[in-house]
């Protein structure tokens, strides 16, 4: 047990920290997520003790704070997601001492503006906001726009309907997770992205959007489009001008056939269309070289549809898929 370095006590009864924990000098990995602890009580008194300790993953349990000797720990991930009872100004004061902090998840908190502490996070890659409903972009969240690490914002379940041109303040922001905000207009995100030069990844799934816009073409560095679960009809011929996508995920929505131009897309390495009602393949898409995987609907094709799919792209893996779960 000693040499322990990944231990998840998830989904139990904890009131407590086990003192035991100390003793896991290699321990990188704790999750205790969704428990009944209240206090974070780490013995440091022994400058040996978590020194190793790397992500802690303390979600869903009734915490109040943060003592302050949790500084030193060298944590490059924390999650305190649905730690409603947090007393989250105190606790940045502890929080904003994690100088290697690269991820960091406040879902579900009920917050209503951000931590003006959290900028001075200068690791921070990767910042989880989702399930905050009240939330709104605010001053806070354009102080934290001068935050020149940040390069993954997941803004999942809020109540957006969409973003603030202030966005490309993020000057290293490639990853944007929009996903579950059923009012956001799909234009107005592109609009407010098309000065974020660094964008290569964007998710509007559940988000019940019905068209692509032709303006989609102006986020030209994409390389990673997600849009499964809406009601999207059809597909853009400007999706030809995303030169460097790679990745584009269109699964759940109501597509009856896919655009010649789709063949163009010659970077697309993987292409999910399960759950739509297309009926066959164009044969431009034989010009996909570097796909290797294509997933289609199972029953909307026949037997003859399903041969020419192999005979188009010999070399692409292609799974058919029945049924699509949101």
């Not at 003793?23 to 008194?45: C, G, P, R, W």
């Not at 947090?86 to 001492?97: G, K, M, Q, T």
């Not at 990745?247 to 010649?260: A, K, M, R, T, V």
């Amino acid at each position: 047990m000693r040499n322990l370095q990944v231990l998840k006590l998830n989904n139990n009864d904890l009131t407590e920290l086990p003192e035991e924990l100390a003793k896991l000098k290699k321990l990188q990995i704790l999750s205790l997520d969704s428990n009944k602890i209240k206090a974070l009580v780490f013995n440091t008194a022994d400058p040996r003790n978590f020194t190793s300790l790397e992500q802690l993953f303390v979600g869903y349990n009734p915490i109040t704070g943060f003592p302050e000797n949790l500084k030193n720990i060298p944590l490059t991930h924390l999650s305190i997601a649905g730690c409603k009872n947090l007393d989250i100004i105190p606790a940045f004061d502890v929080i904003s001492l994690f100088k290697e902090l690269n991820y960091l998840d406040m879902s579900n908190l009920n917050l209503d503006t951000i931590p003006w502490k959290l900028v001075n996070l200068y690791s921070l890659n990767t910042l989880n906001l989702s399930g905050n409903q009240n939330m709104a972009w605010d001053t806070s969240i354009f102080y934290l726009s001068q935050h020149k690490a940040i390069d993954e914002l997941i803004l999942q379940n809020n109540k957006f309907t969409g973003i603030p041109t202030f966005i490309s303040r993020f000057v290293n922001l490639q990853k944007i997770d929009l996903s579950n905000n059923p009012n956001i207009q799909f234009s107005e995100v592109i609009d407010a992205c098309r000065k974020v030069e660094n964008l290569s990844s964007i998710n509007l799934s559940n988000c019940k959007i019905k068209d692509i816009p032709a303006s989609i073409q102006s986020l030209s560095k994409l390389s990673e489009v997600v849009l499964r679960n809406n009601n999207i009809r059809r597909i853009p011929k400007e999706l030809i001008h995303l030169e460097q996508l790679e990745y584009l995920d269109l699964s759940n929505n109501q597509i009856g056939e896919l655009p010649d131009e789709l063949g163009s897309v010659e970077n697309l390495e993987t292409l999910l269309l399960g759950g739509n009602a297309i009926s066959y393949l164009p044969e431009d898409m034989e010009n996909l070289k570097e796909l290797k995987y294509l997933e289609l609907p199972k029953e909307s094709l026949d037997k003859d549809a399903k041969k020419n799919v192999k005979k188009i792209l010999p070399d692409t893996e292609v799974v058919y898929i029945s049924e699509i779960e949101e």
